[in-house]
């Protein structure tokens, strides 16, 4: 008899077996997508989301020891006969070591420091009048200084207020107090968040020069915990502008045009751990600890000295190469050059600014 051919067949898994899998697998699968929404929603942002469109950079021209008029020239603009007036503006928080080097850096510059605090965070939480209570600190700037207190919003037990409408309350606020610190049409105004440093040369430039634009973006070298994590040049929020009645104190897109390499951005660079929690709670990105133990010390302190993200979330990128080649840790940097020079000059006060200080004490 001859033997019969093999016959192959393909079995299809028992429907048993596949809802077992769907069983364990979907919940996992939704948990997943839960606890990982925000990575995942910035992983394939590039797929839903458009880049704004792009800035117009202008150069930026300055070495030391060339003269003023050489360099307005060298820009296409003029020399003034004299300086403008600077009025910086900003809304403070806790930054208390880079108000100082803000300020020292800018002193010679600016004709009155303006700053608006507020006894409530962008979140709600009551909080200390820090300025107010470290205004002895600052009494080098003592004659500039024009200060202003915000009231507050204590947010209720479960309410879910935007903060960035109380945000967007303090620069509204910030309007009046320039108005009654004396700023007049024609000076130079200078928008930014503390932590947003314009070098001292680019606002001497800025006041000394005619035809510069009347609203321009300052691209500014960003940090992050120190100046040993350079970033990108990917800051430009911070302003200047030739005030007029009709300038409004923002803290976002405004113009098309930006001065390449302005200054420093420093974003979360404080002195103590207890600092970077007020931080993580309390500015209008709060939403982003989503655990109670991202506030650890421990686990803040690991991520500083390896240049990791405090909220475990991916870079905000327009592209896909964007995002895998920022994807991962800071390449530390053991350059301290082209930094604030008072940072330098006071280099053992701010050493948790600088290579191998990325160690903090709790505070």
């Not at 899998?21 to 997943?32: D, E, H, R, V």
């Not at 321009?216 to 992050?224: A, I, T």
């Not at 895998?324 to 948790?352: C, D, Q, T, W």
Request: aromatic fraction near 14%; include cysteine; charged fraction near 25%.
């Amino acid at each position: 008899m001859a033997p019969r051919p093999l016959r192959l067949t393909s079995r299809r898994p028992p429907r048993k077996l596949l809802f077992i899998l769907l069983l364990i697998l979907g919940p996992i699968c939704i948990i997943g997508v839960f606890t990982y929404r925000q990575k995942i929603s910035y992983f394939f942002r590039p797929i839903w989301d458009r880049p704004p469109p792009p800035f117009q950079h202008l150069p930026h021209y300055y070495a030391e020891n060339v003269s003023m008029d050489y360099l307005c020239r060298l820009h296409g603009w003029s020399l003034r006969s004299e300086p403008r007036r600077v009025f910086d503006g900003i809304i403070f928080s806790n930054e208390l070591d880079m108000l100082e080097i803000r300020w020292k850096e800018l002193h010679p510059y600016v004709t009155k420091f303006v700053i608006l605090e507020a006894n409530t965070t962008f979140t709600g939480i009551p909080k200390p009048l820090y300025f107010a209570e470290n205004r002895d600190r600052y009494a080098f700037a003592e004659n500039k200084i024009f200060h202003g207190i915000f009231p507050g919003r204590i947010a209720s037990y479960g309410s879910h207020e935007d903060p960035f409408k109380l945000e967007a309350e303090h620069r509204i606020a910030m309007n009046g107090l320039l108005r009654r610190a004396g700023i007049s049409v024609g000076d130079l105004l200078i928008m930014s968040d503390t932590d947003e440093i314009p070098s001292p040369h680019t606002v001497k430039l800025l006041q000394w020069c005619d035809g510069v634009p009347p609203v321009l973006h300052l691209e500014l070298r960003h940090y992050m915990y120190s100046f040993e994590f350079p970033v990108d040049y990917s800051s430009w929020r911070a302003t200047t502008h030739i005030y007029s009645q009709w300038t409004q104190y923002r803290h976002s897109r405004q113009t098309d045009v930006i001065l390449s390499d302005a200054g420093w951005h420093c974003s979360f660079c404080f002195r103590y751990l207890k600092e970077f929690v007020f931080k993580m709670t309390a500015y209008s990105h709060a939403d982003r600890v989503r655990h109670r133990d991202f506030l650890k010390y421990s686990r803040i302190q690991n991520l500083i000295c390896r240049g990791d993200d405090l909220f475990d979330m991916l870079p905000e990128e327009y592209s896909f190469k964007d995002l895998i080649k920022k994807m991962g840790s800071i390449p530390r940097s053991a350059s301290a050059v082209h930094i604030p020079a008072y940072l330098i000059e006071n280099a053992e006060k701010f050493k948790f600014l600088l290579p191998g200080g990325c160690v903090r004490s709790p505070g």
